[in-house]
């Protein structure tokens, strides 16, 4: 089915460690994002990728880098896992630069515990 | 900057009865607003938009939305809950023609559904 696919689902680190989160959509979107959301906080913008090679900080960069592999593939990685870190993980993609007022796409999600 | 406010984290209501989830937004341009289902372990899925037409919005599972520009709100209605409706709901914004910038959400809203 089309859509946005994550992966792992799940991932328990322990603290210093190294990840990246995986996401890729088939359905030829050009802009791509990575939130997190916390309990009580809803979700907040990590990176976000206009189009295929560019990519820029959201509200919550830091700890984080993301690669725009290509058109289908935006990865996240957390370099040295901190527990402030532990999160559930959406990616979403959009067919067009700010073009919110189409229907956007989530993934089901990566749950992040780093202990 | 947009920004958006859903009053009460948690709201509870009989079944059968109406439900209101209260959503407001600050934004400097006329913004695009959605509300978003999340239910337990699953990603986000729309349940409807404004995009600037018609202010009453219908979604989908029974659900519609006003938009107010005076009271700078988009609140969430259902006439009649259902067990089935007990979710986490966010409302969010993105300021029309915003770029590449993200959908700010709100903190979100659990509902809860009694028999």
């Known amino acids: 089915n089309a859509g946005v696919t994550q992966t792992p689902k799940f991932q328990v680190l322990k603290t210093g460690q190294s990840m990246t989160l995986q996401c890729a959509q088939d359905m030829n979107h050009n802009s791509m994002y990575w939130y997190r959301q916390d309990p009580g906080m809803g979700l907040r913008l990590i990176y976000y990728s206009a189009s295929e090679g560019t990519t820029d900080k959201g509200e919550v960069p830091n700890g984080y880098n993301v690669s725009r592999l290509n058109k289908r593939e935006f990865s996240l990685r957390l370099e040295s896992a901190a527990p402030s870190q532990t999160s559930v993980y959406f990616c979403a993609s959009l067919p067009g630069q700010g073009s919110w007022n189409t229907e956007a796409f989530f993934g089901q999600g990566t749950r992040l515990t780093v202990v | 900057a947009q920004s958006v406010t859903q009053l009460g984290s948690h709201v509870s209501v009989s079944e059968g009865a109406l439900v209101l989830l209260r959503c407001n937004y600050s934004s400097s341009v006329p913004p695009y607003l959605f509300w978003y289902v999340q239910y337990p372990n699953q990603g986000l899925q729309l349940l409807l938009k404004y995009t600037s037409a018609a202010t009453l919005v219908k979604g989908i599972n029974g659900f519609e939305a006003e938009f107010k520009k005076s009271e700078t709100s988009f609140h969430l209605t259902k006439p009649s809950a259902h067990m089935s409706d007990a979710a986490e709901y966010f409302c969010?914004?993105?300021?029309?023609?915003?770029?590449?910038?993200?959908?700010?959400f709100g903190k979100g809203t659990h509902l809860i559904i009694q028999p």
């Open positions: 969010a914004v993105n300021e029309s023609g915003g770029g590449a910038d993200g959908l700010t």
